[in-house]
């Protein structure tokens, strides 16, 4: 039973790690926007210390998502994205709603090391999430506070 429960737990962190657990993968989007074609664009930039590691566009009909991915060289990383349709953070458990500095409430999921927040975007770039691997609550929060996503010291 002990190892069953373990699983369990491996396979949520896995999903949210992913940043999202999505019916299917994203689709690459294979040549350039077409003319008036939207790219989306993350709302926040990731902190100093956190370098790209990828991006990746998705065609998600008439815009494009996009999903960019970084990591800090001591095991911690950020995937942020904005526009990739999906169900982000399924299964994890809720961990509560924070204040943006947009003045929107966004989502807080996630569990030990593994954190996500999403919220609605400006359409058609909605959602968009930041999902943190490698962080503690507090440490996440502390990584928003950086990205000056968060109002206030709430959460």
């Given at each position: 039973?002990?190892?069953r429960?373990?699983?369990?737990?491996?396979?949520?962190a896995?999903?949210?790690?992913?940043?999202?657990?999505r019916?299917?993968?994203?689709?690459?989007?294979?040549?350039?926007?077409?003319?008036?074609?939207?790219?989306?664009?993350?709302?926040?930039?990731?902190?100093?210390?956190?370098?790209?590691?990828?991006?990746?566009?998705?065609?998600e009909?008439s815009?494009?998502?996009?999903?960019?991915?970084?990591?800090?060289?001591?095991?911690?990383?950020?995937?942020?994205?904005?526009?990739?349709?999906g169900?982000?953070?399924?299964?994890?458990?809720?961990a509560?709603?924070?204040?943006?500095?947009?003045g929107?409430?966004a989502?807080?999921?996630?569990?030990?090391?593994?954190?996500?927040?999403i919220?609605?975007?400006?359409?058609?770039?909605?959602?968009?999430?930041?999902?943190?691997?490698?962080?503690t609550?507090?440490?996440?929060?502390?990584?928003?506070?950086?990205?000056?996503?968060?109002?206030?010291?709430?959460?």
């Amino acid at each position: 039973m002990r190892a069953r429960a373990a699983l369990g737990v491996a396979a949520t962190a896995a999903l949210i790690a992913a940043g999202c657990g999505r019916e299917a993968p994203p689709r690459p989007a294979a040549e350039p926007p077409t003319p008036g074609q939207r790219v989306c664009r993350p709302m926040y930039s990731p902190p100093m210390g956190f370098l790209p590691t990828g991006s990746m566009e998705t065609d998600e009909g008439s815009y494009r998502g996009l999903r960019q991915s970084f990591e800090d060289g001591g095991g911690s990383a950020l995937v942020l994205t904005a526009g990739v349709r999906g169900e982000f953070g399924e299964g994890a458990p809720a961990a509560g709603q924070v204040k943006l500095t947009t003045g929107q409430r966004a989502d807080l999921l996630g569990g030990g090391t593994t954190w996500i927040l999403i919220w609605d975007g400006t359409s058609p770039c909605s959602p968009q999430t930041i999902t943190g691997n490698g962080f503690t609550r507090a440490r996440f929060l502390e990584i928003l506070r950086a990205m000056e996503a968060l109002a206030g010291p709430e959460a």
